[in-house]
């Protein structure tokens, strides 16, 4: 190992026991991290603003809780990355839109309050596509965020910023949302481990909304255990989020080594028809993990899955159009005057907007106008039934199911651009799971021509249980050299 | 029943674009009808299926009116919500005429 190598920073649960014992000291592994943020930051560009010095601040607090003797959480000293769509009371949250570009929330998102609650340290916001619309943090209205395994590629998206801070070894956790994949997609691409949880166990209350039906703020990490740490911390009730479930979550963490003797495992053969070969070939591998492991391993179609992605976008923009309807220059945000108020709305959002979410907003409008609502929207719920049943059918006969994350590795920047549909299909294996609300995870698992390529667990609602089980025997059997954090690089450069 | 097959004219983007409070450039018009079209085209598919007798889903949980006690608590903090605002006056949002007449 090199000397920068060495000075990449420990897991969150490990560096939380070194603070709480006081072996280490927050503000240390505070200032390590904003070294080395300094370093790569300006080739990565995950952040949109980095709150160094309140960082420190926050540091130096738990240096003294533990100094007098008190516990400072779970999370003690971990330096973690939230998306840009979760707000931050007094500190800049712009969704990754000029729409909200200088607005200071009036209050924090109930996971900010949780994190810090239990020592975790803010050190910034990351970038997204505006709005979490989109598959590569190129609609970031800020400038795209780079794959620290190759510079010239895509981290995924939506929460693109996230998963390349924890890759490029910035902070050891990170938060983001996931309305189709928009975790789960860029942990593949980044070679991190993402989750998004079970719709309602997470809460939503101060995350900005996109589509509500289907949103879910969800760990990323290097490891899945670290992913444990942090879901253990965020989930559970919330009464200032209507949508979330009244239960008290069992703990993952403790139960993660517990193994995968005789759990039933579903291989989502429909997904396996158009992947590109190396994601193909690492979920066949980690099949044989899990069966090597003790699991009892089949084969399962479920074409009704493949309905998902039409039915998503029918869905996600009709609850899109309607949710930024918000934002029309009178309470915050971005306001272009005009001689009434219609005229200032109007070019408020056109200034405001990014084409993405232009396009978003006028196909969720169109499919919710008069004479195409029942065609349209009302099928695409019938149709999100569907896809609801075809899991419930399988998961009669599974504990868990895995597949790919995403139907390739990361790709160029600009590949997709100027073609929306291309990009809508990255997210064809992670969106029937949000439609029905269920968990699912992605894990590093291999390397295809020095690019991470992650597999996909899927469970049913409130199976975080099996699936991070499942999550742990597939990491073990991983190709170490697949998963963050690595040293930043372009194409061909040796690590 | 409206047809369903991929047409997304410039006259349906205008007419989206007004409903959804967006001004479109001439340019943007042409850009957009083209591109809907092509999503609308693709995920169209569904349309076609039959689910006579399949149940709506709306939202992944069965859900219910939230009630809490009817008890006071913190709100947000007037001041620190108006200074976000880009025009208050008295206390208030300040928009331009909405009926046309001067204020």
């Known amino acids: ?495 | 029943m409206p047809e369903l097959t991929a047409s997304f004219s410039r006259d349906d983007v205008v007419y989206v674009a007004q409903l959804a409070r967006l001004d479109l450039e001439r340019g943007e018009v042409d850009l957009y009808a083209a591109q809907l079209a092509s999503i609308l085209d693709h995920v169209a598919a569904v349309t076609s299926l039959d689910t006579t007798d399949v149940p709506a889903t709306a939202h992944p949980l069965e859900l219910a009116n939230v009630l809490r006690p009817d008890t006071p608590g913190p709100t947000l903090d007037r001041a620190e919500v108006l200074a976000q605002a880009p025009l208050v006056e008295g206390g208030r949002f300040r928009v331009p005429p909405i009926l046309g007449e001067a204020p």
Not at chain 1, 149 to 176: C, E, K, Y
Not at chain 1, 189 to 204: A, D, E, F, H, I
Not at chain 1, 355 to 365: D, S
């Open chain 1, 1 to 495: 190992m090199s000397a920068s190598a060495e000075a990449r920073p420990a897991g969150a649960v490990e560096t939380a026991a070194a603070v709480r014992s006081g072996a280490r000291r927050a503000r240390d592994v505070v200032a390590a991290a904003l070294a080395r943020i300094a370093t790569y930051e300006g080739e990565i560009h995950c952040f949109n603003t980095v709150t160094g010095d309140a960082a420190l601040v926050a540091a130096n607090r738990i240096d003294a809780a533990v100094a007098a003797g008190h516990d400072p959480g779970p999370l003690a000293g971990v330096p973690i990355a939230l998306k840009d769509n979760l707000c931050t009371r007094g500190v800049p949250t712009t969704a990754g839109s000029r729409i909200l570009e200088g607005w200071l929330p009036p209050y924090d998102a109930t996971v900010v309050g949780a994190v810090e609650a239990a020592g975790a340290v803010v050190v910034g916001k990351t970038n997204l596509d505006e709005f979490a619309m989109g598959s590569s943090t190129e609609n970031s209205a800020f400038g795209p965020t780079h794959n620290p395994w190759d510079l010239n590629r895509v981290p995924g998206g939506s929460s693109g910023g996230s998963a390349a801070a924890v890759a490029a070894g910035f902070v050891p956790l990170a938060l983001g949302s996931d309305t189709g994949g928009s975790v789960r997609q860029p942990a593949s691409l980044c070679g991190v481990v993402g989750v998004k949880p079970t719709y309602g166990l997470v809460s939503r209350y101060g995350l900005i909304a996109f589509a509500s039906s289907l949103d879910q703020v969800g760990p990323f990490a290097a490891s899945v255990a670290d992913a444990a740490a942090l879901l253990d911390v965020v989930a559970g009730h919330d009464p200032a989020d209507s949508t979330s479930l009244d239960v008290a979550p069992e703990p993952v963490a403790s139960h993660l080594d517990d193994g995968v003797a005789g759990l039933r495992v579903g291989v989502i053969s429909d997904f396996l028809v158009d992947a590109s070969p190396s994601c193909v070939a690492a979920v066949r591998e980690a099949a044989e993990v899990l069966a090597a492991a003790g699991a009892v391993v089949e084969e399962v179609a479920i074409p009704a899955l493949m309905l998902g992605l039409s039915a998503y976008y029918l869905v996600a923009p009709a609850e899109a159009s309607s949710n930024l309807a918000r934002y029309d220059g009178v309470r915050y945000g971005l306001r272009v005057d005009g001689a009434d108020v219609s005229r200032m709305n109007g070019r408020s959002r056109s200034a405001g907007f990014g084409p993405e979410v232009k396009r978003r907003i006028m196909l969720g409008t169109y499919v919710l106008s008069a004479g195409y609502y029942d065609a349209y929207y009302g099928q695409a719920q019938r149709v999100r039934t569907l896809v609801a049943h075809g899991f419930a059918d399988a998961y009669e006969r599974f504990d868990v199911l895995i597949g790919p994350t995403s139907p390739t590795v990361a790709f160029e920047i600009g590949a997709k651009t100027q073609d929306p549909l291309a990009m809508y299909l990255s997210d064809l294996y992670t969106i029937p799971t949000n439609l029905a609300g269920h968990p699912a995870m992605s894990v590093p698992f291999s390397l295809s021509a020095g690019l991470p390529v992650g597999v996909q667990v899927l469970a049913p609602a409130l199976g975080e249980g099996p699936m991070f089980r499942a999550a742990a025997v597939i990491e073990h059997g991983a190709d170490p050299g697949a998963r963050g954090p690595i040293e930043p690089r372009s194409a061909g450069a040796a690590r």
